[in-house]
């Protein structure tokens, strides 16, 4: 499964963070270190095992917590209107 | 001197760039005083103290990973208030144009963008706008259609004839789906303020300026740097952030020194300036380019208000006094001063009458000796239940 971006979404990255502006809600949230490096992936047409092998690589998380921690990740976007299935 | 104001003082020099070798920080961030934290917020430095949390470090003042967190956490909510009024602006730019409605808009996110390193580190909580009285309806229905309502402030007890004769500003709020405030000027200052501008020298003093593609007009730099000044006094001068624009405006290239000079001497403003210039010198080690070649650094001090009366964050006297005393200061030559004086405590009956009977109260003479004698009184016994804001 695929996802992107929903429209109008703003995003701002900061010192390793970021800022997520949903401007149809106005509720904005702020992503940790992994969700800052997941949140491009899932707009370059990466799948959650692509996402899963990428935040492997860059953190020292094993495959089975990263693969939870994503999956829990996508649902919250999913439930919060930042992201749809593509 | 306090670790919190050591650490406030380290924060403008290193904005200047001129070292601070006064007291040294003896340690921890925390002393006897207000919080630090608390008093990064009440100045709106927080996200300063978090830009340049390195160079502080190298001077001397850290931070503990605690309040770097929290520092870091005020940063980030001042960028998604700088992405949710940016958004809203170019929203608000289209629906104006639609309604050939000039506005120009200043402070906050112009200066934000203007002269900040970066737009976040400039807090701010309103976007201001000034239009001309003839579009106030105009301006209203839009924004009322677009989810606002009029705050429910001080000047709404007053009805609309009175708001516009002492051109108090009106302030909107939306709270759906982002908060967002926007305040109307008619006017670069209330009528009831000691320096009174003009302002069509502001419509005139204009320029673009550029919002993600929107081009949306502001002030000049010179009347940028004017207006901060002013603004600056009319908040009794008491947050660190106000000194900070109008060094930085002051500070920057492209301002026309002679021009704004020019501006200071037509709405008498020199005096203040002089006020401002030896606070300034105080906390940032030096003069910003643009007064260079006019004021000299290192003259005189204001026992009243100077620099460490500033850090502090606390107003020496009630809200009441300082709208009397302060212009005592700042205003140039004694007639000026007397007369202001005698206007605030012996205004026009109607005023009274505008602001404190109403206008079926009769015009008594009695009723307004009484009236304006409490207020003295009130006045002399520093009785007075207003609160500081800006």
């Known amino acids: 499964?695929?996802?992107?971006?929903?429209?109008?979404?703003?995003?701002?990255?900061?010192?390793?963070?970021?800022?997520?502006?949903?401007?149809?809600?106005?509720?904005?949230?702020?992503?940790?270190?992994?969700?800052?490096?997941?949140?491009?992936?899932?707009?370059?047409?990466?799948?959650?095992?692509?996402?899963?092998?990428?935040?492997?690589?860059?953190?020292?998380?094993?495959?089975?917590?990263?693969?939870?921690?994503i999956h829990d990740f996508i649902e919250q976007l999913l439930t919060e209107q930042l992201i749809n299935k593509a | 001197m306090t670790n919190s104001k050591v650490t406030l003082l380290t924060l403008c020099r290193i904005i200047s760039g001129i070292p601070f070798s006064g007291n040294k920080h003896s340690g921890s961030v925390e002393d006897a005083g207000r919080p630090l934290q608390d008093l990064l917020q009440y100045h709106q430095v927080a996200a300063l103290a978090y830009y340049y949390r390195k160079d502080l470090a190298a001077a001397g003042v850290g931070f503990t990973p605690e309040q770097l967190g929290q520092l870091?956490?005020?940063?980030?909510?001042?960028?998604?208030?700088?992405?949710?009024?940016?958004?809203?602006?170019?929203?608000?730019?289209?629906?104006?144009?639609?309604?050939?409605?000039?506005?120009?808009?200043?402070?906050?996110?112009?200066?934000?963008?203007?002269?900040?390193?970066?737009?976040?580190?400039?807090?701010?909580?309103?976007?201001?706008?000034?239009?001309?009285?003839?579009?106030?309806?105009?301006?209203?229905?839009?924004?009322?259609?677009?989810?606002?309502?009029?705050?429910?402030?001080?000047?709404?007890?007053?009805?609309?004839?009175?708001?516009?004769?002492?051109?108090?500003?009106?302030?909107?709020?939306?709270?759906?789906p982002n908060n967002v405030a926007v305040d109307l000027h008619l006017n670069m200052s209330g009528r009831l303020h000691p320096f009174q501008f003009d302002s069509d020298d502001f419509w005139n003093g204009s320029k673009s300026f550029q919002l993600d593609g929107h081009e949306l007009k502001t002030f000049d730099p010179e009347h940028q740097a004017v207006y901060a000044i002013y603004h600056a006094f009319k908040h009794y001068f008491f947050k660190l952030i106000w000194f900070i624009d109008a060094f930085l405006l002051l500070d920057r290239a492209d301002l026309d020194r002679s021009k704004f000079q020019a501006l200071i001497q037509k709405y008498k403003l020199s005096k203040l300036l002089n006020y401002y210039v030896i606070i300034t010198d105080e906390l940032f080690g030096r003069l910003p380019v643009g007064l260079a070649d006019?004021?000299?650094?290192?003259?005189?001090?204001?026992?009243?208000?100077?620099?460490?009366?500033?850090?502090?964050?606390?107003?020496?006297?009630?809200?009441?006094?300082?709208?009397?005393?302060?212009?005592?200061?700042?205003?140039?030559?004694?007639?000026?001063?007397?007369?202001?004086?005698?206007?605030?405590?012996?205004?026009?009956?109607?005023?009274v009458r505008d602001f404190y009977v109403g206008k079926n109260a009769g015009k008594g003479f009695l009723k307004y000796v009484k009236l304006r004698g409490k207020a003295i009184a009130d006045l002399c016994l520093n009785k007075t239940k207003e609160e500081y804001s800006n």
């Open chain 2, 72 to 176: 870091k956490s005020y940063t980030l909510l001042n960028i998604s208030r700088v992405m949710v009024y940016e958004h809203y602006l170019k929203h608000l730019d289209d629906l104006l144009q639609t309604q050939a409605v000039d506005y120009r808009l200043f402070k906050g996110i112009v200066t934000a963008r203007s002269v900040y390193p970066e737009d976040y580190l400039r807090a701010f909580g309103d976007a201001d706008i000034l239009i001309r009285p003839e579009s106030l309806r105009t301006v209203e229905a839009l924004l009322e259609k677009d989810g606002f309502t009029h705050a429910d402030d001080l000047y709404r007890v007053f009805p609309d004839e009175i708001i516009q004769k002492y051109s108090f500003a009106q302030h909107f709020i939306r709270s759906s």
């Open chain 2, 294 to 351: 006019t004021h000299r650094s290192g003259r005189g001090r204001n026992s009243l208000i100077n620099s460490s009366t500033v850090l502090s964050g606390f107003l020496p006297y009630s809200p009441s006094r300082a709208r009397l005393l302060l212009p005592m200061y700042y205003l140039k030559g004694p007639c000026t001063r007397f007369g202001f004086l005698w206007r605030q405590l012996f205004p026009p009956m109607e005023t």
């Open chain 1, 1 to 69: 499964m695929k996802y992107v971006h929903c429209d109008n979404i703003d995003w701002k990255e900061f010192d390793n963070e970021s800022v997520l502006l949903n401007l149809s809600t106005g509720y904005y949230f702020r992503l940790n270190q992994v969700g800052t490096f997941v949140w491009p992936l899932i707009n370059e047409d990466h799948n959650i095992g692509d996402m899963v092998d990428q935040v492997v690589a860059k953190f020292e998380v094993s495959q089975r917590q990263a693969k939870s921690d």
